[in-house]
């Protein structure tokens, strides 16, 4: 399976953006997103379990961040308002490779290659 991240762009302080990922094939693991931001290790954002009936986030994006996907589309999305500086970062989706949402970036065998995402202040 191979993944393509859409979806992101310069928004400012405040706004909102929209993340998919669309996967090659159909999977039936979870999925999940991650980010990186300049000078930074990779983190954690939010994970989907293989129906989308279990979600998990990172403490910073509660509230904020919406997971959610389509598995008869093969895509995964993450819906971000109320976006801040410190969101600016790559964003990368992943295929897991057990079916509970998982923050353990070792649990995840598939990446896509990234999309940007830049907040302005």
């Known amino acids: 399976v191979q993944l393509q991240a859409f979806g992101g762009g310069l928004v400012q302080a405040g706004g909102s953006l929209r993340l998919s990922c669309v996967a090659s094939g159909r999977t039936n693991y979870a999925m999940g997103w991650f980010r990186q931001a300049p000078g930074k290790e990779r983190e954690f954002v939010a994970a989907?379990?293989?129906?989308?009936?279990?979600?998990g986030y990172a403490d910073s994006m509660k509230g904020r961040f919406s997971i959610s996907r389509d598995n008869a589309k093969n895509t995964m999305y993450l819906q971000m308002n109320s976006l801040k500086p410190e969101d600016t970062a790559v964003y990368y989706c992943a295929t897991a490779n057990v079916v509970v949402p998982s923050a353990d970036p070792n649990d995840y065998n598939r990446w896509g290659q990234g999309t940007l995402v830049t907040v302005s202040s």
């Open positions: 989907i379990n293989w129906n989308g009936g279990v979600t």
